[in-house]
């Protein structure tokens, strides 16, 4: 039997929804928020005892839905092929993803696949997951792709010759590099061709949320002294993100600062620069494949 066709008529029916990075901040919050409204939750994470942490939680608080925690390192490219594989083992439909996984670092750090670290979480991991979950979304009736960055920011960019930042890292600089490129992420995937799932880039703006333990303490101290006085509350910068799983935009694309749209024209998602990482991405992933062939099970 559908979800449809066992929800009274006028409710919205139960949605399942994918959050990763939902055991801090802001995907948190968007976790608790969607089983508390009877969605079932499936939660990206790295931390098992964060995950359990959060599923004590919606214990707690009786959620009516349900959450459902998946331990995985999306730092690797097997690990996050090897989750989407799990979900679609017990999940034939997925009604939204939303993204928000990132990993700040002080210091360059080069992953088990050789890639840079924040490169590969905050971007990366966000590509695998938006184009191999993409066939369970498209069996929703309403499906959506939410990508938490910095859409409207114009600092930073691509560094074409040196995307792993092998000779210009900076903790900033990485950061933005990868935040000008989940732009792109989502240009290009919303310009496919018979694309049903629209695409949602967000910018939240500075927020009272985050994991700050990687950096340096000095820098911790400075971050929670501006939180205090400038950032907006967890509960406020997420409550768009229900208004657009709930109600997904038409358009195939849509770009929010806070809360104002902003022009497609922006130069931060320009379609020639959005062809030309999804080509790079290809690569990358190409050169995996090659190096490292996997079994089904995802076992070297």
């Given at each position: 039997?559908?979800?449809?066709?066992?929800?009274?008529?006028?409710?919205?029916?139960?949605?399942?929804?994918?959050v990763?990075?939902?055991t801090?901040?802001m995907?948190?919050a968007?976790?608790?928020?969607?089983a508390?409204?009877?969605?079932?939750?499936i939660?990206?994470?790295?931390?098992?005892?964060?995950g359990?942490?959060?599923?004590?939680?919606?214990?707690?608080?009786?959620?009516?839905?349900?959450?459902?925690?998946?331990?995985v390192?999306?730092?690797?490219?097997?690990?996050?092929?090897?989750v989407?594989?799990?979900?679609?083992?017990?999940?034939?439909?997925?009604?939204?993803?939303?993204?928000?996984?990132?990993?700040?670092a002080?210091r360059r750090?080069?992953?088990?696949?050789?890639?840079?670290?924040?490169?590969?979480?905050y971007?990366?991991?966000?590509?695998?997951?938006?184009y191999?979950?993409?066939?369970?979304?498209?069996r929703?009736?309403?499906?959506?792709?939410?990508?938490?960055?910095?859409?409207?920011?114009?600092k930073?960019?691509?560094?074409?010759?040196?995307?792993?930042l092998?000779?210009?890292?900076?903790?900033v600089?990485?950061?933005?590099?990868?935040?000008?490129?989940?732009?792109?992420?989502?240009?290009?995937?919303?310009?496919?061709?018979?694309n049903?799932i629209?695409?949602?880039?967000?910018?939240?703006?500075?927020?009272r949320?985050?994991?700050?333990?990687?950096?340096?303490?000095?820098?911790?101290?400075?971050?929670?002294?501006?939180?205090?006085?400038?950032a907006?509350?967890?509960?406020?910068?997420?409550?768009?993100?229900?208004?657009?799983?709930?109600?997904?935009?038409?358009?195939?694309?849509?770009?929010?600062?806070?809360?104002?749209?902003l022009?497609?024209t922006l130069?931060?998602?320009?379609?020639?620069?959005a062809?030309?990482?999804?080509?790079?991405t290809?690569?990358?992933?190409?050169?995996?494949?090659?190096?490292?062939?996997?079994?089904r099970d995802?076992?070297?």
């Open positions: 039997m559908s979800r449809e066709a066992v929800t009274p008529k006028g409710e919205k029916p139960p949605r399942t929804v994918v990763s990075g939902g801090n901040g995907g948190r968007v976790a608790l928020g969607r508390a409204r009877g969605d079932t939750v939660v990206l994470g790295s931390n098992r005892e964060k359990e942490r959060l599923l004590n939680e919606a214990a707690r608080l009786e959620v009516t839905g349900a959450i459902e925690f998946e331990q390192d999306l730092s690797g490219i097997d690990d996050t092929r090897a989407v594989r799990r979900i679609a083992a017990r999940h034939d439909v997925l009604d939204a993803l939303t993204l928000f996984a990132n990993r700040q002080p750090t080069v992953t088990g696949d050789g890639l840079e670290q924040v490169f590969a979480v971007y990366l991991s966000r590509y695998l997951l938006s191999e979950l993409s066939p369970l979304l498209r929703s009736r309403t499906p959506v792709i939410v990508n938490v960055a910095g859409v409207g920011t114009t930073g960019r691509l560094h074409w010759d040196d995307l792993q092998e000779d210009e890292y900076g903790m600089t990485a950061q933005l590099q990868a935040a000008r490129a989940n732009d792109l992420l989502g240009a290009r995937f919303a310009a496919q061709q018979d049903p629209p695409y949602v880039l967000y910018h939240p703006g500075f927020t949320t985050g994991d700050l333990s990687p950096l340096r303490p000095a820098l911790r101290v400075t971050l929670r002294v501006l939180a205090a006085l400038a907006r509350p967890v509960e406020r910068a997420v409550s768009p993100i229900h208004r657009f799983i709930d109600d997904p935009p038409r358009a195939p694309l849509s770009a929010i600062d806070r809360d104002k749209s022009p497609l130069r931060t998602l320009d379609p020639h620069d062809d030309r990482l999804a080509q790079a290809r690569a990358i992933l190409t050169a995996h494949d090659r190096a490292v062939p996997t079994t995802g076992a070297t």
